[in-house]
């Protein structure tokens, strides 16, 4: 059975197809299933000598602003998503990279701009592989709405005093420091009255618990008790800070989006590669006619999953409703494909794609888990149906 599948794009520039040659070929050197087994036993649940090689071929410099160490735009950052969804790996590079990084950019950038130069350091830090900042906007009572925010900050002296409660904080369980919201006035469910808090990891009063996410992630739950920072550990200023927040997280979803169908991409290659080995009746599984139609719908949701993601990715410079009907759009598609693709590269594998020995399962858990990442598709389809 003939399938080839080109990992090229047309509208590639000379310098983005570089670093699509390079994913492609870390991926294939050291993205390996075993890779991520020994991952998942470190202590922090990924490599940190991954890390520090992100670090020193530009992946964590990617999409930010280049007076800060940044390197490429969103465009570029959704190329190494690409390659990191196709290794499954368990790096935070989305948690950091992808959501914190965007955001400290949108309040530097903000009416404001950066008061104390506090998102300019972190910028450069996150860039050189010294710092991870991890946001912390989602609470229990919220779900997928991170302007419900009961957490609380109040002026307490010459600082400030935070209490409240924050849940999944993707990349927490690892981060140096913590980018929490918090209220300043307004109802639990106003998206105005909002900031963003720079809070060191060992802040006195902060209690933190890093868990597992079920496919594999790190994040972590926080409890904020009466902790005290100084009065500049406010980011972006006096300006209200939702539109930062809506975009940094728009942005996440894409690039999710992005990592998504590379995973997806790992499913259909696994399962092709399968269906051609194991023979039965003395011929290749792949010589069923019902299993290559079944290929081939596989082959459609993937090429569509990435062609909808990158078109998301695209529009996040457009105006705000423009953006968002973007994100959703993606989101909406990919996270039903995402779980259809797991589910179908397992039942295609048979009993050997529900142990953890074989990929299958492992990329079938991070697709399961990728639905619920960010707003599943309800969360999306409201959103799209308000807009």
């Known amino acids: 059975m003939s399938m080839d599948i080109v990992d090229t794009d047309p509208r590639d520039d000379e310098t983005r197809a570089m670093l699509r040659d390079a994913a492609a070929r870390f991926v294939e050197r050291e993205g390996g299933f075993e890779a991520r087994v020994a991952a998942a036993a470190a202590p922090d649940g990924f490599s940190r000598e991954r890390w520090r090689a992100f670090a020193d071929m530009g992946w964590l410099a990617l999409g930010l602003p280049e007076d800060c160490g940044g390197l490429g735009a969103a465009g570029d950052?959704?190329?190494?998503?690409?390659?990191?969804?196709?290794?499954?790996?368990?790096?935070?590079?989305?948690?950091?990279?992808?959501?914190?990084?965007?955001?400290?950019?949108?309040?530097?950038?903000?009416?404001?701009?950066?008061?104390?130069?506090r998102c300019?350091?972190?910028?450069?830090?996150?860039?050189?592989?010294?710092?991870?900042?991890?946001?912390?906007?989602?609470?229990?009572?919220?779900?997928h709405d991170a302007f419900d925010v009961e957490a609380r900050a109040t002026r307490e002296g010459d600082g400030w005093r935070l209490d409240g409660t924050k849940t999944l904080v993707l990349g927490g369980g690892a981060a140096d420091v913590l980018l929490v919201?918090?209220?300043?006035?307004?109802?639990?469910?106003?998206?105005?009255?909002?900031?963003?808090?720079?809070?060191?990891?060992?802040?006195?009063?902060?209690?933190?618990?890093?868990?597992?996410?079920?496919?594999?992630?790190?994040?972590?739950?926080?409890?904020?008790?009466?902790?005290?920072?100084?009065?500049?550990?406010?980011?972006?200023?006096?300006?209200?800070?939702?539109?930062?927040?809506?975009?940094?997280?728009?942005?996440?979803?894409?690039l999710a989006c992005v990592e998504a169908a590379g995973t997806m991409r790992a499913v259909l290659e696994a399962t092709?590669?399968?269906?051609?080995?194991?023979?039965?009746?003395?011929?290749?599984?792949?010589?069923?006619q019902v299993l290559r139609h079944r290929l081939v719908d596989l082959f459609v949701d993937v090429e569509q999953a990435r062609a909808i993601s990158e078109t998301a990715v695209a529009r996040l410079d457009e105006a705000p409703a423009a953006r968002r009907r973007a994100v959703s759009l993606a989101k909406a598609f990919v996270s039903p494909a995402a779980r259809r693709c797991g589910e179908e590269g397992i039942q295609l594998h048979g009993a050997i794609g529900m142990t953890d020995e074989v990929a299958i399962g492992h990329l079938a858990k991070r697709l399961v888990g990728f639905a619920n990442l960010l707003g599943d598709e309800a969360w999306h389809l409201e959103r799209l149906a308000a807009s």
């Open 181 to 254: 919201v918090a209220r300043l006035d307004g109802a639990t469910r106003d998206p105005h009255g909002l900031a963003v808090f720079e809070v060191p990891a060992g802040a006195p009063g902060l209690a933190r618990r890093a868990l597992p996410t079920y496919d594999g992630r790190q994040a972590a739950d926080l409890r904020l008790a009466g902790v005290r920072i100084d009065a500049g550990a406010r980011l972006g200023g006096d300006a209200d800070a939702w539109p930062a927040i809506e975009r940094a997280i728009d942005q996440a979803a894409a």
């Open 120 to 143: 300019g350091a972190l910028l450069e830090g996150l860039a050189a592989g010294e710092r991870m900042p991890a946001l912390a906007a989602w609470e229990p009572q919220g779900r």
């Open 77 to 117: 950052a959704a190329v190494v998503a690409h390659a990191l969804g196709r290794s499954i790996a368990l790096e935070p590079w989305l948690a950091h990279v992808g959501l914190a990084g965007p955001l400290l950019a949108a309040l530097r950038a903000g009416p404001d701009g950066d008061p104390g130069g």
């Open 272 to 288: 092709r590669a399968y269906l051609q080995q194991r023979r039965q009746f003395g011929r290749p599984l792949a010589a069923n």
